[in-house]
């Protein structure tokens, strides 16, 4: 069973760099079908996917956010990885990175999600 | 971006009975070279992350119980819990992955009656 997790600052400060990593256990984030995606959801509200990067490392972004997003992997750590600058308060929200199968967004696993909240 | 509809926003239903969740993309989401609907539908409980209820707009995840059914094509698709279980309370959400970015409905929230 494969389980996600996401680690990282819960308070970022405006104006920096949001970071965040999920790592993955009982199975490897090289092999098979998938695509490795970030979501978040401020409170109350709904989900926005931001961007996924796939088992080569070709990434696809949020044209919303595109200009601020940078996702990477990291294979040996069994990673991925969520970098967002310039940040601000509209960016407090709880973040989710999440499995893609059959190499899409059908998201089948889940991490519980971490709080990230900018403020100064 | 497509935007995903759903309505209604919440509803009311009483155990045992039947819920309807309805979504309607502000496009076509079947894609017509493999006749493929490009829909998902998720669970959300408090304090929990999304789980993957169908994809494909009908094809049902492992595990998800057959009171569940995922149905529609093109633009306008239905969720249907046909007997409404305590521990189905919970926000619904549609999702299409035809193109990117993928897009989310705004959620429908489900309570008993």
């Known amino acids: 069973q494969v389980l996600l997790q996401e680690s990282g600052p819960g308070l970022v400060k405006p104006s920096q760099t949001l970071s965040l990593s999920c790592s993955v256990s009982g199975g490897s984030i090289s092999s098979g079908d998938y695509y490795w995606s970030w979501i978040r959801q401020p409170a109350g509200k709904g989900l926005e996917w931001i961007g996924r990067i796939s088992t080569t490392g070709s990434t696809s972004y949020n044209p919303s956010l595109r200009s601020r997003v940078t996702i990477s992997v990291d294979s040996s750590k069994n990673q991925f990885s969520l970098k967002l600058s310039s940040v601000t308060a509209a960016d407090t929200a709880v973040y989710y990175c999440?499995?893609?199968?059959?190499?899409?967004?059908?998201?089948?696993?889940w991490g519980q999600g971490t709080l990230v909240t900018v403020s100064s | 971006d497509i935007v995903m509809t759903q309505s209604p926003d919440s509803l009311a239903v009483s155990l045992g009975e039947r819920a309807t969740i309805n979504c309607k993309s502000s496009?076509?989401?079947?894609?017509?070279?493999?006749?493929?609907?490009?829909l998902t539908w998720y669970q959300q409980k408090p304090g929990q992350p999304p789980k993957l209820l169908f994809y494909?707009?009908?094809t049902r995840e492992s595990g998800v119980p057959d009171r569940f059914t995922g149905s529609g094509s093109g633009t306008d698709f239905t969720l249907t819990i046909s007997s409404l279980q305590a521990e189905d309370v919970a926000v619904y959400y549609c999702q299409h992955y035809y193109d990117t970015p993928p897009t989310f409905g705004g959620g429908t929230k489900v309570e008993i009656k």
């Open positions: 999440a499995r893609g199968k059959e190499m899409s967004t059908i998201l089948d696993c």
């Open positions: 494909w707009a009908s």
């Open positions: 496009q076509s989401v079947l894609y017509s070279s493999n006749n493929k609907n490009y």
